[in-house]
T-cell receptor, first 116, second 118 residues
Framework: AQKVTQAQTEISVVEKEDVTLDCVYE???????LFWYKQPPSGELVFLIR??????QNEISGRYSWNFQKSTSSFNFTITASQVVDSAVYFC?????????????FGQGTELSVKP | EPEVTQTPSHQVTQMGQEVILRCVPI?????FYWYRQILGQKVEFLVS????????KSEIFDDQFSVERPDGSNFTLKIRSTKLEDSAMYFC????????????????FGPGTRLTVL
């Protein structure tokens, strides 16, 4: 069975602090895909990133970076110099290879609150 | 930038009533999905739809639920006889479905419809 665990339910930081959101997954598949989505207070789900299980290169996009470690089944997300606009619930999700039209399996989400 | 749209943004209904939630997926996408999120909980898959057929469904998607693509643009979720526990945010999503390499495409989500069953 596949499972995604985001152990941090809520994180609160002060603006300009760096923050890392943890994501640990379980799957028996050797090829799979991992995603991060952001859910701001307005409620929509915004796609942030997709990673393939065979590509363990870290990725940086502006203030966002992602650390994928297959050995520990983790796909952590770091926001550098956080801003109030980063306040949202962040979801990590998993889908298996070849699963076109298949389901995303989401973690419970981490609610990030960035205070001014 | 193309986006998934959903109507209404909020639907209030009485228990036992039928509701239809509407979605307009991104125009060149071939796969469509419904997910739901009970307040404060994780997002759960309900069903996926391709080529006018259900591609995959979860155990949540029982006989009370149905999906339809009534025309070339809309994708609907019908709940025949709503229950209190159907109260949730319902998200529609779509994906391109063009890749043949076996890699699943990114699913893009709409803003959601908040369903409240009284």
């Amino acid at each position: 069975a596949q499972k995604v665990t985001q152990a941090q339910t809520e994180i609160s930081v002060v603006e300009k602090e760096d923050v890392t959101l943890d994501c640990v997954y379980e799957t028996r598949d050797t090829t799979y895909y991992l995603f991060w989505y952001k859910q701001p207070p307005s409620g929509e789900l915004v796609f942030l990133i997709r990673r393939n299980s065979f590509d363990e290169q870290n990725e940086i996009s502006g203030r966002y970076s992602w650390n994928f470690q297959k050995s520990t089944s983790s796909f952590n997300f770091t926001i550098t110099a956080s801003q109030v606009v980063d306040s949202a619930v962040y979801f990590c999700a998993l889908i298996r290879k070849g699963n076109q039209g298949g389901k995303l399996i989401f973690g419970q989400g981490t609610e990030l609150s960035v205070k001014p | 930038e193309p986006e998934v749209t959903q109507t209404p943004s909020h639907q209030v209904t009485q228990m036992g009533q039928e509701v239809i939630l509407r979605c307009v997926p991104i125009s060149n996408h071939l796969y469509f999905y419904w997910y739901r999120q009970i307040l404060g909980q994780k997002v759960e898959f309900l069903v996926s739809f391709y080529n006018n057929e259900i591609s995959e469904k979860s155990e949540i998607f029982d006989d009370q639920f149905s999906v339809e693509r009534p025309d070339g643009s809309n994708f609907t979720l019908k709940i025949r006889s709503t229950k209190l526990e159907d109260s949730a945010m319902y998200f529609c999503a779509s994906s391109e479905g063009q890749l043949t390499s076996g890699m699943p495409d990114t699913q893009y989500f709409g803003p959601g419809t908040r369903l409240t069953v009284l």
